[in-house]
């Protein structure tokens, strides 16, 4: 069965630096997303991304964060300037193209900024 | 912002029991979805649910959207220890295609020995 899949696993990184976590949606999707989850917490969401542009973000996507489809198969979202509040499990998820598609979430990128 | 209550926070129980809990909004949504997320890994799909009333099964997993679309439950029936995990409803307010599913707090299950 496709499934949407993150790399790296884990990322360390240091406060101040800028990260890219990649993600490969499954082929056939057209929405995509990106979520977050901080140790503990509830998955929250922070960008849904569709025909190439952002449809929607919440209040913790702000200027440092950015979201890009380079080419037919990779998301990625940057983080510009990491704060130590950014350590998290960041998870993207896609769906197809009809509103009866629930979304399908990848293993997730474990983010560490110390 | 919006927001889902999740019911129980967690659970204890001893395996063979039957699990329930449950998902509560004060606003409608039209879409109701569960999942559960086991450790370092994210969340996968159980049930999904589209029309108030609804009643979907999905093994020993059972769930329903409420009448009035403002909560859903989700039923396990005998449990097994590999039910262990952490049971997320999620739902999606709007019939638009791109509208985010925000996701409740999270029922924690855990099976005693």
């Known amino acids: 069965e496709p499934e949407v899949t993150q790399t790296p696993s884990h990322q360390v990184t240091q406060m101040g630096q800028e990260v890219i976590l990649r993600c490969v949606p499954i082929?056939?999707?057209?929405?995509f997303y990106w979520y977050r989850q901080i140790l503990g917490q509830k998955v929250e969401f922070l960008v849904s991304?569709?025909?190439?542009?952002?449809?929607?973000k919440s209040e913790i996507f702000d200027d440092q964060f950015s979201v890009e489809r380079p080419d037919g198969s990779n998301f990625t979202l940057k983080i510009r300037s990491t704060k130590l509040e950014d350590s998290a499990m960041y998870f993207c998820?896609?769906?197809?193209?009809?509103?009866?598609?629930?979304?399908?979430f990848g293993n997730g990128t474990r983010l560490t900024v110390t | 912002g919006q927001q889902l209550n999740q019911s129980p926070q967690s659970m204890f129980i001893q395996e063979g029991e039957d699990v329930s809990m449950n998902c509560t909004s004060s606003?409608?949504?039209?879409?109701w979805l569960w999942y559960k997320q086991d450790p370092g890994e994210g969340p996968v799909l159980l049930i999904a649910?589209?029309?108030?009333?609804e009643l979907t099964s999905n093994g020993r997993l059972t769930a329903q959207f409420g009448i009035t679309r403002k909560d859903s439950f989700l039923n396990i029936s005998a449990s097994i220890p590999s039910d262990v995990g952490i049971y997320f409803c999620?739902?999606?307010?709007?019939?638009?295609?791109?509208?985010?599913?925000?996701f409740g707090k999270g029922t924690r299950l855990h099976i005693l020995p």
């Open positions: 606003s409608i949504f039209n879409t």
């Open positions: 999620a739902g999606q307010k709007t019939w638009d295609r791109d509208d985010k599913i925000i």
């Open positions: 082929s056939n999707h057209l929405y």
């Open positions: 998820a896609s769906g197809r193209s009809s509103y009866n598609s629930p979304l399908h």
């Open positions: 991304f569709y025909n190439n542009e952002i449809s929607e």
């Open positions: 649910l589209y029309k108030a009333g």
